[in-house]
């Protein structure tokens, strides 16, 4: 008898809202050039994820926000005098065609990963159809094909990789899925990419510093945008959550039309 696949819905496991997190899995740093644009050294890679740097990045960054807010309006609204010169307009014309050219650059980068390598379409059913499209896109460590996936058990005294393939069933204690391993989203780029777009977050505070340095007030809407996407990119790379791959897709793409339009607006100085 034929065994066919079917999709099951259950409460996720109690240990999926311990707090603190478990500090195991170990975030597993993208593969070195040449399977990746270029290399991120696994000790850089690993340090920026340290919880610390994201927690203590949005708290001093919305203290300051709030006080520079305070402080443009005790002023009304008048520009900071280093907003008007040509050196100030010049720089923010760089850090925006920076962001755009950046943005789009990690659109096409996270497209190609999940929908040009990683992600298998429904309608091939000789890999497996619609479950292996929702296997591809839920499941990205381990080796390519339905069932082949290697997926991380948390559950109390296991916290062990395991190889969810039914005929290779196996504990990976020692050895964590490689980077190597072509044909999932963690591997394809979401690791390189994503990690990267994490720290992306940090540099894009400098909008808000524009902002400020006009004279103009940073809305609560830009002031928690800004400090939540930080911890929320911090948690989906270092716990290599698969969500966080339309994170990146959708606020890439989002920005990379936003800040051209932003660019091409720009008045002539002439």
Request: net charge positive; charged share 15%; aromatic share 16%.
């Amino acid at each position: 008898m034929v065994h066919h696949p079917s999709i099951r819905l259950a409460r996720p496991p109690s240990t999926f809202f311990d707090y603190p997190p478990a500090h195991e899995p170990a975030s597993i740093a993208p593969a070195p050039f040449p399977f990746s644009p270029f290399t991120i050294p696994e000790e850089v890679y690993t340090k920026w994820l340290d919880i610390k740097i994201p927690l203590y990045v949005a708290v001093v960054y919305t203290i300051v926000v709030k006080s520079l807010n305070k402080y443009n309006r005790s002023r009304g609204g008048k520009p900071w005098a280093i907003s008007k010169t040509r050196t100030f307009f010049w720089l923010v014309v760089l850090h925006n065609v920076f962001l755009a050219v950046y943005s789009a650059w990690t659109f096409v980068g996270i497209i190609a990963a999940g929908f040009g390598r990683s992600f298998v379409a429904p309608w091939k059913w000789s890999e497996g159809g619609l479950m292996a499209t929702i296997d591809s896109m839920c499941k990205i460590q381990g080796s390519k094909g339905y069932g082949n996936a290697t997926v991380y058990d948390s559950s109390p005294n296991v916290n062990l990789w395991l190889s969810s393939h039914p005929t290779t069933h196996q504990l990976l204690e020692s050895h964590p899925p490689s980077a190597l391993t072509p044909g999932r989203l963690w591997n394809e780029g979401l690791a390189f990419y994503g990690w990267i777009f994490y720290l992306s977050k940090f540099y894009e505070i400098i909008d808000t510093i524009i902002i400020l340095m006009k004279g103009k007030q940073s809305s609560n809407l830009q002031s928690y945008h800004h400090a939540g996407a930080i911890i929320s990119m911090w948690i989906g790379i270092r716990y290599m959550s698969p969500p966080i791959f339309i994170f990146v897709f959708f606020n890439s793409g989002i920005h990379a039309l936003m800040v051209s339009s932003r660019v091409s607006s720009i008045p002539d100085l002439r």
